[in-house]
């Protein structure tokens, strides 16, 4: 079992930054695959940046590319999500989510949401023109 516990996440105003940080516990696998996912109103859920523990391999989603920034502490086992310029169009629930196990394939496969099988709860960001 892994539980997700995310923080960070709030009000911000356009060209502003968060970071989002994600505390995981509960996982025996030395893999982990790890990515921050969001839910903004009206659309489908989407995989915005993922990143595994060993390596330093990352995916980003298109729109996010060059403004968020990926990464962990697998000492303090968190990952977190810098997010800078946001946008108001980033607005949404953001989610903390893991791949348990995590098989050797190729990163790609962290862009479906239907990859992860343990989410955390959520938090909200919101952006402000």
């Known amino acids: 079992q892994v539980q997700l516990v995310e923080s960070g996440g709030g009000p911000v105003q356009a060209g502003g930054s968060l970071r989002l940080s994600c505390e995981f516990s509960g996982n025996h696998y030395d893999r982990k695959c790890m990515g921050w996912l969001r839910q903004i109103v009206g659309k489908e859920r989407e995989a915005v940046a993922a990143i595994v523990s060993e390596g330093s391999e990352t995916i980003y989603t298109d729109s996010v590319e060059g403004r968020f920034t990926v990464s962990r502490d697998n000492a303090q086992r968190r990952i977190h999500l810098q997010m800078d310029n946001l946008k108001p169009e980033d607005t949404a629930i953001y989610y903390c989510?893991?791949?348990?196990?995590?098989?050797?394939?190729?990163?790609?496969?962290?862009?479906?949401?239907?990859?992860?099988?343990?989410w955390g709860q959520g938090t909200q960001v919101t952006v402000s023109s």
């Open positions: 989510a893991a791949v348990v196990p995590c098989p050797r394939t190729s990163m790609q496969r962290l862009r479906s949401v239907s990859e992860y099988n343990y």
